[in-house]
């Protein structure tokens, strides 16, 4: 678990990773995505709660510099430029989706699947993420917030 203040109001946040995605389609468990679970302080309640978007500044950064290297290597694939670096697109691809999913962003996360994903493969790896969300206690709760 990690420990920061993202909105600077003297509160900390609180980061745990989800296994909901552990031996995801069938890999190992240490190369399954990982999601930042982000809990956020309700002083009204005096409990912890799931939060939508928020990101430590190092990890808002790796997540964007990933974003572009992914783009970067989607391209070099379709020239069959790296055979060896379609396995590791992937894996570091579902990582990614499942992050942007854990930040509220579903819309977004769907559009990378569709973008990145075709055929057979497509509806597989879409079926797969929606039965790991499921069965996240974490996204399931953040699901519920406006």
């Given amino acids: 678990?990690?420990?920061?203040?993202?909105?600077?109001?003297?509160?900390?946040?609180?980061?745990?990773?989800?296994?909901?995605?552990?031996?995801f389609m069938d890999d190992c468990g240490s190369c399954s995505p990982t999601p930042r679970a982000v809990f956020k302080y309700d002083k009204t309640a005096g409990v912890y709660r799931p939060a939508k978007g928020l990101q430590q500044d190092f990890a808002k950064e790796s997540f964007e510099k990933t974003a572009k290297k992914l783009a970067a290597d989607f391209e070099r694939i379709k020239k069959g430029d790296d055979p060896g670096l379609e396995v590791q697109f992937y894996r570091d691809m579902d990582a990614h989706i499942a992050d942007t999913f854990y930040l509220?962003?579903?819309?977004?996360a769907w559009q990378l699947l569709n973008k990145y994903y075709s055929g057979p493969e497509k509806k597989k790896v879409r079926a797969a993420f929606q039965e790991r969300l499921d069965r996240s206690k974490f996204y399931r709760a953040l699901k519920q917030i406006n």
């Fill in 1 to 23: 678990m990690e420990i920061f203040d993202a909105d600077n109001d003297g509160i900390y946040e609180l980061v745990q990773w989800d296994s909901a995605f552990r031996y």
């Fill in 104 to 108: 509220g962003e579903d819309e977004k």
